[in-house]
């Protein structure tokens, strides 16, 4: 074997034991952060499996559930409403949200009383908070069958198949609680 | 009368070349993408800079860092070492220099070809279909979401310019390897004429 066969040789194998012995020494009291960097360890430690709540979940996934943003709007008349939703956007890219969509249900009733949309898509700048008008129609018939049965006073709300399609990812809802939507009923 | 001698492997050149221009471009362009929504999730694989981000984060795993290097440097030898055998095709020690750098561009290829499928057929026996090419809709497996709720993303997979390149840098490498004899054939003919005319002349 010549001069040149050997160096190349020792070269071949320096070349890959040099990085992984050297990486093996720098971890070797840690040798579980080799295969687990800290991002991912922090985001396992986050999450609670015990936890089935979808917003604990939705917690963890950096995604967080639109809140209501001010006051909504009714017309008794009409049954037209607007539902103004707070969105944060916590990641370091913009998102957008396409589309936010679910249906309105009296829960003890069993009745549908109209739906809820966004009008257009909007895109939310990282770490910005994006107002989303919700719109939708209730209808007033149907209202006021629910007033009567429940003496003008209907408190259990909730929306049923609720839709979110947030950064290109589409989140389904079997039901959500409609919150202070259903203070816009009395 | 003069013999055209080939002083280069031209093949061998060209893959040293384009071996140094893959190594480079992949610091910046990865070899293989995987997007899930709007790049909430975003996998860059290469053999020389593998990283992740999750809603944003950028981050890589230490072992992976290290393999990178590896490749990193096997490139970089592989690439000078061609470089200098395909400028000396007929030296004593060329067909060492040879041995040494052909091989290794196509190991690396192998290597990530091979490390891709295994990933992906794990990720699938888990219930996660990831695209080697083109997009799917991929619905988190319910064991991992609370019930009454359901995510699904758009995922996509694509090879991009620096695989593509590679793939041309070791079928040059083999080339230049199938080359090499004849290539020091007429060189060591040329010689051989240039010696026998001397021998007439004297």
């Known amino acids: ?186 | 009368m003069k013999t055209l001698s080939p002083r280069l492997n031209w093949f061998g050149l060209a893959a040293g070349i384009i071996i140094l221009i893959v190594l480079v471009i992949s610091f910046y362009v990865p070899w293989w993408q995987l997007t899930v929504g709007q790049d909430l999730v975003k996998v860059n694989a290469s053999p020389v800079n593998t990283n992740f981000g999750l809603f944003g984060k950028q981050f890589t795993v230490p072992l992976i860092w290290a393999t990178n290097l590896v490749s990193i440097l096997t490139l970089t030898a592989s690439g000078v070492v061609m470089l200098v055998y395909s400028i000396f095709p007929a030296k004593s020690y060329s067909k060492e220099l040879l041995g040494f750098s052909y091989k290794k561009p196509l190991y690396i290829l192998i290597l990530f070809v091979s490390g891709l499928l295994v990933i992906t057929a794990i990720a699938g026996v888990l219930g996660f279909s990831i695209p080697l090419v083109g997009s799917t809709n991929f619905a988190v497996p319910t064991q991992f979401i609370p019930s009454n709720f359901a995510i699904t993303a758009l995922v996509s997979g694509s090879f991009q310019l620096p695989f593509y390149l590679a793939i041309v840098a070791a079928a040059l490498c083999i080339a230049a390897r199938l080359y090499h004899q004849r290539a020091t054939g007429i060189t060591n003919h040329a010689s051989s004429t240039s010696a026998s005319t001397n021998v007439t002349q004297k």
């Open chain 1, 1 to 186: 074997m010549n001069k040149m066969k050997i160096a190349l040789t020792l070269i071949s194998i320096a070349i890959v034991v040099g990085p992984l012995v050297g990486v093996l020494l720098v971890y070797r009291d840690n040798l579980m952060g080799l295969v687990l960097p800290p991002e991912i360890k922090d985001l396992s430690s986050n999450s609670n499996k015990d936890s089935s709540s979808v917003s604990k979940f939705l917690n963890i996934s950096v995604l967080q559930l639109p809140t209501l943003a001010g006051q909504p709007y009714y017309n008794q008349q009409t049954g037209a409403f607007s539902y103004p939703i707070n969105f944060t956007n916590p990641l370091s890219t913009e998102i957008s949200v396409d589309q936010i969509s679910a249906e309105i249900k009296s829960k003890n009733s069993n009745i549908i009383l109209g739906n809820i949309s966004i009008t257009q898509p909007i895109k939310i700048a990282p770490g910005a908070n994006g107002i989303i008008n919700a719109t939708g129609i209730l209808d007033p018939a149907t209202v006021n069958q629910l007033k009567d049965q429940y003496s003008g006073n209907i408190n259990n709300l909730v929306l049923e198949n609720v839709n979110i399609i947030v950064a290109g990812v589409q989140m389904h809802f079997d039901e959500l609680d409609a919150g202070s939507l259903q203070s816009l009923l009395g």
